[in-house]
């Protein structure tokens, strides 16, 4: 279950486990929203799995990095495409919902055990789609 959280080792390598865990999804973009939206809900239900069956995850350590590649996922799925740029802005809105913890991201993080751990960068992941699909909307090519 160890190695699901920490995405096949990912969530061990330092520093910043969280941003790797974020990085290595981030080739799923070259394959296109519904594969990336795919990759997300995947990586949702594989964590949730994992994560009901480790005693840590009350504390949410840094090695699990399931969590990051999940709302990493979602994010991309709001790409049209995998323009650099695109995948870019993606990233960082979703780095820095996920540090920052505005609103809704805040509330989701206090939920206890396994659903709290995934659901703050779920809901990180869905903030940033929104941003790249209004930031689209508006006109710039993602």
Same mark, same amino acid.
């Given at each position: 279950?160890?190695?699901? *959280? *920490? ?29 990336? *939206?795919? +990759?997300?809900?995947?990586?949702? *239900?594989?964590?949730? /799995? ?28 709001? +790409? ?19 540090? /920052? ?5 805040? /509330? ?35």
């Amino acid at each position: 279950m160890k190695w699901v *959280a *920490a995405m096949g080792g990912v969530g061990f390598l330092k520093p910043a486990p969280g941003t790797w865990g974020s990085l290595v999804v981030l080739p799923v973009a070259l394959l296109g929203p519904g594969a990336a *939206a795919a +990759l997300s809900l995947l990586l949702l *239900a594989l964590g949730l /799995w994992a994560l009901r069956q480790l005693p840590e995850t009350n504390e949410d350590p840094g090695w699990i990095v399931i969590d990051e590649g999940a709302g990493m996922a979602l994010a991309l799925a709001a +790409l049209p495409g995998a323009s650099l740029l695109g995948v870019a802005l993606a990233f960082a809105l979703f780095r820095l919902f996920d540090i /920052w913890k505005p609103g809704p991201v805040g /509330w989701a993080e206090r939920l206890p055990g396994p659903v709290g751990v995934m659901a703050d960068d779920m809901v990180a992941g869905m903030l940033a789609g929104c941003v790249l699909l209004l930031v689209h909307g508006l006109g710039v090519p993602l």
